[in-house]
């Protein structure tokens, strides 16, 4: 049962949803964490498909942080190209005065 704690709410209510398991999705998380160890597939599922879930949302949260880097980075690359324009701009009309 420890490793049903890493799990937050939304992975515990997944895992619910797999085992064929009826919840309310307002429940606790303790009410869920006992609904899922009364569940007949408990012991034989239950860490897999936990272990899963959890995967699959830190691999989620990995692809939307690389994501908002490369926005970051973009938009970073774009300001330094837009301020070296506006430079040369401005050194052109320098020399025309």
Do not use: F, W
């Not at 942080?65 to 938009?75: F, S, T, V």
């Amino acid at each position: 049962m420890a490793y049903l704690a890493r799990g937050n709410k939304l992975d515990l209510l997944e895992i619910c949803e797999e085992i064929g398991v009826k919840v309310n999705p307002s429940s606790k998380v303790a009410e869920i964490k006992k609904l899922i160890l009364n569940s007949q597939l408990y012991v034989e599922e239950v860490k897999t498909i936990l272990d899963r879930v959890i995967s699959d949302r830190k691999e989620q949260d990995r692809i939307e942080k690389n994501r908002e880097e490369i926005q970051e980075r973009i938009a970073r690359e774009e300001k330094q190209e837009r301020i070296a324009r506006e430079d040369k701009q401005h050194e052109l009309e320098m020399k025309k005065l």
